[in-house]
């Protein structure tokens, strides 16, 4: 059968191009939430990652399931690109000036997706291609919410949630074939570079601030929380091999639902806390020594707690892990360490937090089997 998953064991230099692009709008989400860092900006950064997050999905699922070695679907899927990289760039003024930008870029991404999938053939392709009226739906929800401004945005891009996270409730994904090896490195490739952004918002602030020595121990602190981010994700004990088991060898009526919950809902946990963590990095480290407003030691704290709550949702969607009694600690004592920012200094905090998250993960790397992995649930 013509593009059929199990053919596709590598993700393509042209897929990880694609992500470059993607990830670009994880920026832009960062410096819109660093511009207003306030539980306002945080649901218009939950609204947008929401609705992006899903169509970038989309795109995952379908190169999953169909090669992009041909010069017509290469030159659709450079379309789809274009379309993203518009969007990133309107989206720090999607709330603030009302206008068409976003919501048609977002359209021409969905529009390009249903034209790679209507040119598809398999039984798969086509139940999955079934759910594209409702990804046109929310399209055009976000067009209409974001050009009329005000609180029709919060509400029709709320709409277009429901219609995109909604619809695999009311059309299962379970005839979609999913090819693990290949889904399992497309969705890490993409985990790694955004990690990037973390890094990316330190230097940002660095060079905004001038570098000096106590910026240059700061910065460096940064990056080693970043590097815990990359541990907690990809040295779990056999992470990939572990996540592709997992992924292939579940029933065939369930792994299109377990592709969905673990490289879907708990990925977005995981790219959303990078973004908050990346905010509060780059408002953090601007002045180390200073005591850090109060957004920028929640968002320090939040993001890192998202991403390791989302980690363990992760694994557990997969089988392959969950909470523990450990990771559970771990975030709590992560939050704890806020008044150690907004009292002492950002740069404390970010030791802090260093500290914690290097003592969590050796601990959940070194403890008894028991302890550090929740037994799978179905």
């Known amino acids: 059968m013509e593009g059929s998953p199990a053919r596709i064991e590598r993700v393509s230099t042209l897929e990880l191009f694609f992500d470059l692009v993607f990830v670009f709008t994880v920026t832009e989400l960062t410096d819109l939430l660093v511009d207003e860092p306030t539980g306002k900006g945080l649901v218009q950064v939950v609204l947008l990652l929401a609705v992006i997050w899903w169509m970038y999905g989309g795109y995952a699922w379908l190169t999953n399931a169909v090669r992009t070695d041909r010069l017509g679907r290469r030159a659709v899927l450079l379309g789809g690109m274009a379309a993203f990289f518009v969007l990133a760039l309107a989206v720090p003024d999607a709330f603030d000036e009302p206008g068409p930008a976003v919501g048609l870029a977002y359209l021409a991404v969905v529009l390009v997706h249903s034209t790679l999938f209507g040119r598809a053939g398999s039984v798969g392709l086509a139940a999955v291609a079934r759910l594209e009226a409702f990804n046109l739906a929310a399209a055009l929800s976000v067009l209409a ?100 088991a997992a992924l292939a060898g579940a029933p065939d009526d369930r792994r299109g639902r377990m592709a969905l919950d673990a490289f879907g809902t708990w990925h977005f946990g995981l790219l959303l806390g990078i973004i908050v963590l990346a905010a509060g990095l780059k408002k953090a480290v601007a002045e180390p020594f200073d005591p850090a407003a109060t957004a920028a030691a929640l968002f320090m704290a939040g993001g890192l707690a998202a991403y390791l709550v989302s980690e363990a949702g992760f694994r557990q969607a997969l089988g392959t892990g969950g909470p523990t009694p450990l ?13 150690l920012g907004t009292e002492v200094a950002g740069t404390a905090q970010l030791g802090a937090l260093v500290v914690l998250l290097a003592a969590l993960l050796a601990a959940e790397r070194g403890g008894a089997p028991a302890l550090r992995r929740a037994p799978a649930t179905s």
């Open 145 to 244: 919410g974001l050009w009329i401004g005000g609180a029709a945005a919060y509400a029709l891009l709320g709409l277009a949630i429901l219609l995109e996270w909604g619809t695999p409730r009311l059309k299962p994904v379970e005839a979609f074939e999913v090819g693990a090896a290949h889904f399992v490195e497309r969705h890490g490739l993409v985990i790694i570079v955004a990690i990037g952004e973390s890094i990316i918002a330190i230097g940002l602030a660095v060079r905004e601030s001038g570098l000096d020595v106590g910026l240059a121990f700061a910065a460096l602190l940064g990056l080693a929380l970043s590097a815990g981010l990359w541990f907690a994700y990809f040295d779990a004990p056999d992470h990939e091999h572990a996540s592709e």
């Open 327 to 339: 990771r559970v600690l771990g975030v709590l004592l992560i939050l704890a360490t806020i008044p």
